[in-house]
């Protein structure tokens, strides 16, 4: 089920220059490109951040639609159908519009794993900024080290970045649905307070977009997992999960009768609101529900602004970054 607003808001964005999203988010339009940013983020004059959307770099897609054949994607992962220079172009032009030319990049090799990273000191290589260079198996880095811009892909998965405004350290998060059950999210912050001292209740949280409950259907064993894990789990799924996931012993019923007479009957499916479950993980990490901003838009739904795997099969990716400025007031 694709949601009712699909084109509904598409002219609100076309051309966006400095506009509201609204919840803490804004699009900002920077060297060709536009940067969706959470407000609070933006107001910290030592934090460089953002989330990339999909056009604006020199990529193109063999699309099958046409308007897709000219357009030039914004695509910052190494994906099989892209050039890697053309990659590494596009990372230029991020780094740009970010303001951030002088920092390193600090991309990882995702595994959909709970693997968080301290990056900083000895191993980073500030002479090839975009460069995948020796890149590390993970899915959350965090830092305390200015010049480094931890980014995360993404193309469904959620983002979250991260930033203690006290004892000024920052993370970088790519959280699909094996990384949330894994807690990836609270993990992050539990590195956090073990190397830099962080407390929870000042770290701002930024939940990126990602693939909405409008969009993300999963199959019983995934309901069935989390049920297991998290006592909460049943507000993160719509309401077919109390049947799947509900009752001590699951019961085929509800399913069987929605079948057809005639017809196979369907895997049980339900949706997932990874989102909410974020948000759900980070207040119990111990962060104030109030510094958690989610950005509410779903990458399926908006494939004028993202890449979507699950909608488009070959696609980009998205970068969503998070560094410090080198200052000399840092407190
Ligand atoms: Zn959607």
């Known amino acids: 089920m694709k949601s009712r607003d699909r ?14 999203v609204g919840n803490g988010w804004r699009f900002r339009r920077s060297g060709g490109l536009t940067i969706l940013e959470c407000v609070p983020l933006a107001r910290l004059d030592w934090i460089v951040h953002g989330f990339s959307t999909r056009g604006g770099g020199i990529s193109s897609l063999l699309a099958s639609r046409e308007e897709e054949k000219s357009a030039r994607l914004l695509n910052l992962g190494f994906t099989d159908w ?24 600090r991309p990882l090799r995702q595994v959909h794993s709970d693997a968080i990273e301290l990056v900083g000191g000895a191993d980073s290589s500030p002479s090839r900024p975009v460069s995948p260079g020796s890149v590390r198996s993970g899915d959350g880095m965090i830092s305390n080290q200015p010049g480094l811009l931890l980014s995360v892909q993404t193309a469904d998965c959620l983002p979250i970045l991260l930033v203690d405004s006290k004892q000024r350290s920052i993370a970088a ?20 307070r073990m190397e830099f001292g962080t407390r929870p209740e000042n770290v701002v949280a930024a939940v990126g977009p990602g693939i909405g409950p409008c969009c993300y259907e999963v199959g019983y064993e995934v309901a069935r997992e989390f049920d297991s894990q998290f006592a909460d789990a049943a507000l993160w799924f719509d309401e077919k999960f109390e049947r799947l996931a509900g009752d001590e012993e699951p019961n085929p ?7 057809p007479p005639g017809h196979p009957l369907p895997p049980p499916r339900t949706s997932l609101n990874l989102a909410a479950a974020n948000r759900s993980i980070l207040i119990r990490a111990g962060l104030r529900a109030q510094y958690i901003f989610l950005c509410g838009l779903c990458t399926s739904c908006r494939g004028d602004l993202f890449f979507s795997y699950r ?14 400025r080198p200052t000399s007031s840092s407190s």
Do not use: C, Y
């Open 311 to 324: 909608n488009e099969k070959t696609t980009g990716r998205l970068l969503n970054s998070v560094g410090m």
């Open 173 to 192: 998060i790519h959280a699909g649905w094996r990384g949330t059950l894994q807690r990836i999210a609270m993990k992050a912050v539990g590195k956090m």
């Open 82 to 105: 892209d050039a890697r220079k053309n990659v590494m172009e596009n990372r230029v032009r991020w780094l740009k519009a970010l303001n951030a030319e002088d920092f390193t990049l």
């Open 7 to 20: 084109n509904g808001d598409k002219a609100k964005f076309a051309g966006a220059g400095d506009e509201t």
């Open 253 to 259: 019923l509800p399913w069987l009768t929605m079948a």
